[in-house]
T-cell receptor
Framework: AAGVIQSPRHLIKEKRETATLKCYPI?????VYWYQQGPGQDPQFLIS???????DKGSIPDRFSAQQFSDYHSELNMSSLELGDSALYFC??????????????????FGPGTRLTVT | AQTVTQSQPEMSVQEAETVTLSCTYD???????LFWYKQPPSRQMILVIR??????QNATENRFSVNFQKAAKSFSLKISDSQLGDAAMYFC????????????FGQGTRLTINP
């Protein structure tokens, strides 16, 4: 079965540089979530998109921006990188089907992550 | 805001024995989902088991089962017949059933399996 694809898998940048992380969701999944996992920490929610619109926003720095494109892939753009941005960045996707009175129950399927190292 | 707490930073168990990982959460919502994710050294996040809050029956997936106590806001994971491949970081996670559907994770429990 097709899984979530993230590219690149590893990225090394210097301070103050920019980085772009890409996420390709599972086919027919229209919702994408981004999480950041620092060393020894739990994943923290950054931002999510549903049908190409931002649906929720977490603790995402103003230096970061993201969007979802017409083919549902998403990109996380990170500027003015800092040492503290070094982390594993996960993308997750889910289908999003909600009918009135019926809570959605689809899991989020995680990609393998992009390991960003800022030096 | 919802919070998830895992009070056991590390646990260890002998191979073939049973271990229980604890998780508590705080929410004012009545409809939500709870998950256990496994993160092995590869760092891939793997869904282990899911529980819908509206279901009284505890979820079971092969050797993995949960003890869901809604009133106590407790969601523990029991691993039976532990195997070396179960060694990983385990995260408990909460997700609202409506509105924002982001996952809120606990701090994680590192499980070691002793041969």
């Amino acid at each position: 079965a097709a899984g979530v694809i993230q590219s690149p898998r590893h990225l090394i940048k210097e301070k103050r540089e920019t980085a772009t992380l890409k996420c390709y969701p599972i086919p027919r999944h229209d919702t994408v979530y981004w999480y950041q996992q620092g060393p020894g920490q739990d994943p923290q929610f950054l931002i999510s998109f549903y049908e190409k619109m931002q649906s929720d926003k977490g603790s995402i720095p103003d230096r970061f921006s993201a969007q979802q494109f017409s083919d549902y892939h998403s990109e996380l753009n990170m500027s003015s990188l800092e040492l503290g941005d070094s982390a594993l960045y996960f993308c997750a996707s889910s289908p999003r089907t909600r009918t009135s009175g019926s809570p959605a129950s689809y899991e989020q399927y995680f990609g393998p992550g992009t390991r960003l190292t800022v030096t | 805001a919802q919070t998830v707490t895992q009070s056991q930073p590390e646990m260890s168990v002998q191979e073939a024995e049973t271990v229980t990982l604890s998780c508590t959460y705080d929410t004012s919502e009545s409809d939500y989902y709870l998950f256990w994710y496994k993160q092995p050294p590869s760092r891939q996040m793997i869904l282990v088991i899911r529980q819908e809050a509206y279901k009284q029956q505890n979820a079971t997936e092969n050797r993995f089962s949960v003890n869901f106590q809604k009133a106590a806001k407790s969601f523990s994971l029991k691993i039976s017949d532990s195997q070396l491949g179960d060694a990983a970081m385990y995260f408990c996670a909460y997700r609202s059933a409506w509105g924002a559907q982001k996952l809120v994770f606990g701090q994680g429990t590192r499980l070691t399996i002793n041969p």
